[in-house]
């Protein structure tokens, strides 16, 4: 099983499951560690999968969104 690492923090669930969901329409597996700071989750994808979840996410947010800045 490849190593996981964090692509993102999610403020709250409902952020963390949007964008588990874009990863996954992006054919891109994913997973949510609640261990982030207060509320946050920790978004994981496989390490070797880090380059291509970040452009997924970079292409399918707005510039104005706060999940770009993840």
């Known amino acids: 099983m490849p190593r996981m ?3 993102a923090i999610a403020g709250d669930v409902t952020e963390a499951e949007e964008l588990q969901e ?3 329409n992006a054919g891109i597996d994913c ?7 207060d509320e ?3 978004v994981l994808v ?5 380059e291509q979840a970040k452009d997924a996410i970079e292409a399918l947010t707005e ?3 706060p999940l770009a800045d993840a």
Not at 31 to 37: C, Q, V
Not at 46 to 50: A, C, G, M, R, V
Request: charged share 30%; proline share 17%.
């Open 5 to 7: 690492v964090q692509v």
């Open 31 to 37: 997973e949510l560690d609640p261990s982030g700071p």
């Open 63 to 65: 510039p104005d969104d």
């Open 40 to 42: 946050a989750l920790t």
């Open 46 to 50: 496989p390490e070797d999968s880090l």
């Open 22 to 24: 874009l990863l996954r």
